[in-house]
């Protein structure tokens, strides 16, 4: 199992050793995906890491409009059993983003979801320290 670990992180690292560069030119020719390229690459802001205050930490992770939603009826119902925690919401689409900003609740921080590559992930979980994560998939 150690053996496809490693060949899945040197893999994914090469891939985007290549491709970065090209991926880099587009986002300054056509300006997309360019908000929140320091989130991706795994830097958590400082500010999202200070809305943090509660224990435990739990990381909840929803790519889209629709698990946001349902994110958000799983984060009330963990409120009411464990009332202190705090949550941190990353998504992975603009408009799950905008959804899960939008949501009036405390103790709350919303991020994009690191690329998955271990230098990316790494500093992000480092930083945000979880005691938990919860992914959503629907």
Known sequence: MLFVYV???????????????????????????????????????RTAIAGLSGQPRVWFHAVSLGEVKVAEAVITALRKR????????????????????????????????????????RPALSRVRPQAMVFIET
């Open 7 to 45: 060949a899945y992180v040197l893999l994914t690292s090469l891939i985007f050793v290549v491709a970065f560069p090209f991926a880099w030119i587009y986002v300054q020719i056509t300006g997309k995906h360019s908000d929140h390229l320091a989130e991706r690459l795994g830097r958590i802001p």
């Open 82 to 121: 464990i009332p202190g925690c705090a949550i941190l919401l990353s998504t992975t689409t603009k408009h799950g983003r905008e959804l899960a900003q939008s949501l009036d609740l405390e103790n709350f921080s919303v991020v994009y979801l690191p690329l998955d590559l271990v230098f990316c992930v």
